[in-house]
Structure formats: structure tokens, C-alpha cells
């Protein structure tokens, strides 16, 4: 800790020295817009949910691969499980498991994620694929901590993620071409280009990284595409595309414990895609957007595995103000999802499986004496097998004055068994109800003068028929939990003493009973941003405490501590040097059982702007 106060000081030194020089890169609103919470427009300060904003100074300045390792370093109650320099996986025995408030499951079917406002889902197992999720092309992340049912149905039971893509919004053009090459041979180069004519506007990137990772047979092999364009047919009506691609081959080395009782040949070779298509129009009778979405993915692994998946719907919205400080919002989602699978090892045929579900929903959000924000909806989702299931939500903001607020928030989540649990393996089981939880929070928001804001908030969450794994080969079986309660708070802080120069840090507290599995008891984060002229340093800490690799307690893991630095020299404009530093004080550490991280390692880059 010591280290890391000589950090900020140095960083103080650099921020007053270099306060009157552009430092538009360390910049954060402290209460940006929001879009996903409503499907509407808001200041972060004005919505009942507990929400984190990550704008895109801060996810160029971060010193990870995976825009998920971003949002570890800056979102309380989010845990990532991480296993190499790069790449994940996609089976157990793999990492890149996610949990909010202790919701995630194995695989992750709790957390949904989104780019745009679509799902982004393996169609058959149900969970996002964090190694997709590379960070270019995107110029902000929004998370809910806590569920997100009412908006988005499925899988948003424990918090949804939600990917924005870059939009070019000046008129002109702009390329950036960023090479780079560090420790464990990895090497990466992304170019991203774009341009705004007035009534068009595109933004493309093309990224490739490798890395022969830090164990023998980690190596790492992607490959990453993402589009955006938008036409503006007038001020009234407008018309966007986003796509994505990815194709990765990775190797995972088995637990280190292993020793010789794993082959060498673990290997996952992954390719998901995805785009929407969407149209907004604002006229006499309100705001209605109609958004078509496809998510499709293609998967090889080393056990025989081979699968083909894809999940499309259509979101359809209209927001009216039928009087002063009213807002109705009507919508209808449906999507439908699934694949085909086989084990060709074992010459199993898991068939082809869909399941289509939709769901109406109507929200009312009005103002009360201009200082309170009372807010209600409900949502009444169907599938096929269980039927309907009402999620109703409401909430309360208090705005004390312009810069404190108090919110109260009370909603139900679910989540729908997947087709894994249902038809495939390890144990089909037709039967399983739905995973359901009621989430109540008390929060509170404070800024003063624009240069600190902090917040806080307490929660508690109780649900029952969470879908468990038990049993041992071959007698596994899927069984819904009993009845469980989740508490815990969060506390957030960020300080711009001057315009170069931000500071934050967040605290997060979980007391989960049974429902361990990674999912920190305790975590603590802080960054630091500042620049001297040319110069500029970012700093992220993370403390993890209470960690283990299953449920009831078991398998209890070390306590660690992790620091990354990302230093910038612009040369010349436009040319600009980086230096990545990964696990600054050289820990020892896993956060995935018997998957120990690297220490200490160095990534050099390169960027040109144009």
C-alpha cells in the first residue's frame, strides 16, 4: 500500500504541472448519460438502479486485453476469473466467469451481456463468451449491478453489461493504428478507422493479438472486427448497423497440480458473430425504436465438441409524455434461440434444440413536486416449458437538491433453464423451474462542485431454485436450490482535484451464504489518471479477499493484491508511445483454482492518429 500512495503523489506532481495542458484523455463526468437502464436517455443521478459508467478515456488508458479486465477495475460487486495473459475458454476447467453480487453461475447464466442493447448469448448453453469481447470498437460500458429482468427477461437476473459501440460525431475522419509486442511473445495490432459526413457515420476496427502465454500451451491466437454505421434521415428519424466478428484459437494448460495427467492438446477454437439493425423515429406521438438482432457462433474444442448456435429477435420500444413530468414506455421483445451439437469423439448426438420467447412490458416514470422520481413497470415474460413469469419493478429518487439524491428500488429477476440443463448434458433434466429473485436496495449519490462525487448503496436480494450441478460422474443431476438471501454494500468515490487529474476507488462487501463459487467476500479497487504535458500515467489497484472456487465454502483461495500502469509519451503528435506494466508488484496469485496468474510483465505499443 505504501508503494501505491508514492504513486499518487507522483501523480499530484504531474496533475499540477500539467493542469493547463489538454488532458481531455483523463477526463470523467461524474454523472454521465445512461441509456441502459430505461432504453432511454438519462443522467446517471435520475435512475433507481445501481449503475456504473466506464466512458472510453478510460478504456483506451487500461492495460488489459479484455474489456471485461476494465470493467474488474472499475465496477464494485463485478468479479472476473482470469487464467492467463489472454483468453479464457468456453468449458469448465476453463475461466472467464462472471458474477455481480455473487450472480453468475457455471457457466455464467446470470449475468447477461450485451452489445447494444442485443443479447449476446451462446444460443445453446445460454452464457456470454468473454473471449469476444476484446474492447475495440467501443466507446463505453454501462453495467446494472443487480437484476435487470424487467428490461431484458432471461440471464439478467444477477446485473446486465452493456457494450456501446464508437460513434464518430464531428464531422471528418480519424485512423488510429496501435502495434504492440511485450513478455510471453505477445504481440498485437489493431487499426480503427471512421469519418462523419453530416448525415452518415461509420466507425470500423480490425484488431489481431497472439501470445504464447505464460505456461507452456497457453498460447493465444484472435482475431477481432466490429462495425458501426449510422445515416440520419433527418433530426426526426434515424437508422444504425453494428457488427461484430471474432475468431480465436487458444490453448488452456490444465491445472498446475496436473502435472502429467493432462494432454497437451486443450484446445478451443471459437468464432462468434453478431449485428443489429436498428431505427429510431421521434414524432407527435413519441419516441419508437424497432431493433432486429442476430448472434451466431461456431465452436471446435479438443473433447469431441462441435456446435453450431444462434439467437435472433426483434426489440420493439415507444416512449410517450402524455403530460409535464410523465414518461410511458410500451415495448415487446422476442427472440429465439438454440443450435445443434455432437460429440464426434463419442459419436453422441445432442440434436438441434430452440426454444422462442417473448414478453410484453409497460414502465411509468413521473415527477412529484419536482424532487421526487417515482417509478414503476412490469414485464410478463414466456417460454415454452415454464410458462409466464411476471417481473414488476419499482423505484423512488429523491433529488435532496441538484448534487445529493437518496433511491429506493425494489424488483424481480429470473432466469429460464437453459437448453444445456434441459436437453444436453451432463444430465438433461425437463423438469427444472426457473431461477428467481427479488432485489431491494437503498442508495444514496452525492457530488460536490463537480470535482467529488461518492455513493453508496445497500442491498438485499432473495431467491430460491437456483439450478445446481450435483452428484459425480456419471450420476450427475440438475436440482433447483432452496430459498437463499444476499446482502451486502457498496461504496464508491471519484475526486477530480484538478482537470488533470482523477482519483477514484470502490468497496464492495457480499455476504453470500452458500453461493461462494467465485464471488469475492470482499473487494477493493482504486485508479489513478494524470498527465505532465506529454506525459501520461494510469494506475489500477485490486484487493480480493474471501475468494473460493466453489460453493459452501470450500475450496477457500488466497487473498491478493494486484497493480497495473499504463504510461503514454506523446512524441511527436501523432505519434504516441505506451508502456504497459501487468502486476506491478509481481504477486502471487490465481483467480481461478490452480490456474496461477503471470508476475510481473511489460507490453510496449506503439499508436499513430490520424
Not at 111 to 123: A, Y
Not at 276 to 290: I, P, R, V
Not at 338 to 359: C, P, V
Request: proline share 5%; aromatic share 12%; hydrophobic share 40%.
Amino acid at each position: 500500500m505504501r508503494r501505491w500512495m508514492i504513486c499518487l503523489m507522483v501523480l499530484s506532481r504531474f496533475a499540477h504541472a500539467g493542469s493547463a495542458a489538454d488532458s481531455d484523455s483523463v477526463k470523467y463526468h461524474l454523472d454521465p448519460m445512461v441509456i441502459i437502464a430505461s432504453k432511454i436517455l438519462g443522467p446517471q443521478s435520475e435512475l433507481p438502479a445501481s449503475i456504473s459508467v466506464i466512458e472510453e478515456a478510460r478504456l483506451s488508458s487500461s492495460a488489459g486485453y479484455s474489456v471485461l479486465e476494465t470493467v474488474q477495475n472499475f465496477v464494485p460487486g463485478f468479479y472476473l476469473t482470469e487464467r492467463a495473459v489472454m483468453g479464457y475458454g468456453v468449458a469448465s476447467g476453463a475461466a472467464g466467469g462472471l458474477s455481480i453480487r455473487g450472480m453468475g453461475g457455471s457457466p455464467v447464466t446470470g449475468v447477461l451481456v450485451l452489445r447494444d442493447g442485443r443479447p449476446d448469448i451462446m444460443g445453446l448453453m445460454g452464457h456470454p463468451l468473454p473471449d469476444a469481447y476484446s474492447g475495440e470498437g467501443i466507446e463505453r460500458v454501462e453495467v446494472i449491478r443487480g437484476p435487470a429482468s424487467f428490461l431484458y427477461g432471461t440471464n439478467a437476473l444477477g446485473g446486465v453489461i452493456n457494450l456501446v459501440s464508437k460513434t464518430v460525431r464531428e464531422p471528418g475522419f480519424q485512423t488510429r493504428v496501435t502495434a504492440g509486442a511485450g513478455s510471453f511473445a505477445t504481440r498485437q495490432l489493431t487499426v480503427g478507422h471512421g469519418g462523419n459526413t453530416g448525415a452518415f457515420d461509420y466507425y470500423l476496427t480490425a484488431s489481431t493479438r497472439r501470445s504464447d502465454g505464460h505456461r507452456p500451451h497457453s498460447d493465444y491466437d484472435g482475431d477481432h472486427y466490429t462495425a458501426h454505421a449510422g445515416y440520419r434521415f433527418s433530426a426526426q428519424t434515424q437508422l444504425s448497423l453494428n457488427a461484430n466478428l471474432s475468431n480465436i484459437y487458444l490453448l488452456d494448460p490444465g491445472p498446475q497440480t496436473a502435472s502429467g495427467a493432462y494432454p497437451q492438446d486443450l484446445w478451443y477454437d471459437i468464432r462468434r458473430s453478431g449485428a443489429d439493425l436498428a431505427l429510431s423515429h421521434t414524432g407527435g406521438l413519441g419516441e419508437t425504436s424497432l431493433q432486429l438482432h442476430g448472434n451466431f457462433g461456431k465452436h471446435r474444442i479438443y473433447d469431441g465438441f462441435r456446435s453450431t448456435d444462434r439467437t435472433v429477435g426483434v426489440m420493439m420500444t415507444h416512449h410517450l409524455r402524455p403530460w409535464t413530468g410523465q414518461t410511458l414506455t410500451l415495448g415487446f421483445d422476442w427472440k429465439r434461440y438454440g443450435g445443434e451439437a455432437k460429440n464426434i469423439l463419442q459419436t453422441l448426438d445432442y440434436g438441434r434444440h430452440f426454444i422462442s420467447e417473448w414478453a410484453p412490458y409497460v414502465h411509468s416514470q413521473q415527477w412529484l413536486l419536482k424532487k421526487v422520481l417515482a417509478s414503476a413497470g412490469l414485464r410478463i415474460d414466456h417460454h415454452p416449458l415454464t410458462g409466464y413469469e411476471a417481473l414488476p419493478k419499482a423505484g423512488l429518487v429523491y433529488a435532496v437538491s441538484p448534487a445529493f439524491s437518496l433511491r429506493l428500488s425494489a424488483g424481480r429477476g429470473f432466469r429460464s433453464p437453459s437448453i444445456r440443463e434441459l436437453y444436453l448434458f451432463p444430465a438433461p433434466t425437463l423438469d427444472l423451474k426457473p431461477e428467481v429473485m427479488w432485489n431491494y436496495e437503498f442508495g444514496f449519490s452525492h457530488r460536490l462542485a463537480d470535482r467529488f462525487k461518492w455513493e453508496g448503496v445497500l442491498f438485499r436480494s432473495q431467491g430460491r431454485d437456483l439450478i445446481r450441478l450435483t452428484g459425480s460422474w456419471p450420476k450427475f443431476r440438475f436440482i433447483n436450490s432452496a430459498p437463499f438471501i444476499h446482502t451486502g454494500y457498496e461504496v464508491t468515490l471519484e475526486w477530480l482535484p484538478v482537470d488533470a487529474l482523477q482519483l477514484g476507488a470502490s468497496w464492495s462487501k457480499n455476504d453470500l451464504q452458500d453461493q461462494t463459487m467465485y464471488s469475492p467476500g470482499k473487494k477493493f479497487t482504486a485508479h489513478a489518471g494524470g498527465s505532465l504535458g506529454p506525459v501520461e500515467l494510469a494506475l489500477t489497484l485490486m484487493n480480493v479477499r474471501d475468494l473460493y472456487a466453489a460453493d459452501f465454502h470450500k475450496k477457500p483461495m488466497k487473498d491478493y493484491t494486484v497493480m497495473n500502469a499504463h504510461l503514454g509519451l506523446t512524441v511527436v503528435k501523432p505519434l504516441r508511445l505506451g508502456l504497459a506494466v501487468k502486476n506491478v508488484l509481481d504477486a502471487t496469485y490465481e483467480s481461478y483454482y490452480q490456474y496461477p496468474m503471470p508476475g510481473r510483465y511489460f507490453v510496449l505499443q506503439t499508436t499513430a492518429s490520424f
